[in-house]
């Protein structure tokens, strides 16, 4: 096997050429070419592919237990015998008309996935289908680089801090993201609390980690000056030039990591339709790169260990 890879920015991305997935899939020696790119370049791109349902969750499943991601209490085929793999479709089957997945074909913002889990999504596939003529493009941008990015002072300023990232429906799609209300404080205060700077695990490289929604709560701060840090933050993000665009074709396969990336993507009309498959691995619990130490008590008494450590110690109310 003779790979080529070429970088598609300085920044992020590489397409990977010489590679047959349904047969080298199982090869472990390629899948570790893989996870390398994929640390390094945090997006891989192969063209041209045609793999089974079986290698599709197969290549995912080598980076983490895989998700059912699936709408719940849907009518959709997605694709049978595979619960593993959600299709992201804004068409339906043409015999029975039913969905062929879930989704639609709305302009979407930057978000990273499942961010209200405590262990969110770590790596993502995708296998075009189909697409419209011309496809529509999906954007990655590197958020060690927009955290590499910043001012030292805001550094300082956030290297501690840790988000409320609550549930807000739809809140990835444009529209959704532009016009639609805050919810209740109260609504906002309940969620998923992630550190704002996480460890990316497999380079030890600080990522800015943005909840979606620029109303979300700083811990520990008001609603004021959380909103007006994290619009900072977003304005900073937007303008970064560490993305790259890849315009899905039939038969593109891209995976990349979703715990140092975020994503958009462009719409399209309703009356053309686009199909993925989709499929999610499981990642860790995001930890900050910056997090609290407690003192080395090594050779303290109990009493000097207790007193050295109790700034740092948390408490669990009574039951």
């Given at each position: 096997m003779t790979i080529k890879a070429t970088a598609l920015t300085p920044d992020i991305g590489v397409d990977l050429a010489g590679v047959e997935l349904e047969k080298d899939a199982y090869d472990r020696h390629f899948i570790d070419q893989l996870r390398t790119a994929l640390n390094e370049h945090l997006v891989v791109r192969i063209r041209n592919q045609r793999i089974s349902p079986r290698t599709m969750t197969s290549i995912a499943g080598y980076f983490g237990p895989l998700l059912d991601i699936r709408r719940a209490g849907g009518n959709a085929l997605h694709v049978p015998g595979h619960d593993m793999i959600k299709v992201i479709s804004n068409e339906n089957d043409p015999e029975t008309g039913r969905p062929l997945g879930d989704g639609n074909c709305s302009a979407q913002v930057w978000h990273s996935d499942s961010t209200i889990w405590e262990v969110p999504t770590g790596h993502i596939a995708f296998y075009c289908r189909t697409a419209p003529t011309?496809?529509?493009?999906?954007?990655?941008?590197?958020m060690t680089k927009v955290y590499e990015s910043l001012p030292e002072k805001t550094k300082e300023r956030i290297k501690s801090l840790k988000v409320m990232h609550h549930v807000f429906l739809r809140q990835i799609e444009v529209a959704i993201a532009r016009d639609a209300p805050s919810l209740p404080l109260e609504d906002r205060r309940v969620g998923r609390i992630h550190p704002l700077v996480r460890r990316h695990i497999p380079t030890n490289r600080p990522a800015l980690y943005l909840p979606v929604r620029r109303d979300s709560l700083i811990v520990g701060w008001t609603e004021r000056d959380s909103r007006a840090l994290l619009d900072e933050l977003w304005e900073h993000t937007n303008a970064s030039p560490c993305s790259v665009s890849a315009a899905l074709e039939p038969d593109d396969f891209i995976i990349w990591d979703n715990t140092a990336t975020v994503h958009s993507r462009d719409g399209w009309p309703e009356?053309?339709?686009?199909?993925?498959w989709h499929v999610s691995a499981e990642g860790e619990v995001p930890t900050p790169r910056f997090g609290e130490r407690v003192p080395n008590t090594t050779g303290l008494s109990p009493q000097e260990a207790k007193a050295a450590s109790a700034p740092f110690m948390q408490t669990i109310p009574a039951v």
């Open positions: 011309p496809p529509p493009t999906t954007y990655f941008l590197n009356s053309q339709g686009r199909t993925m």
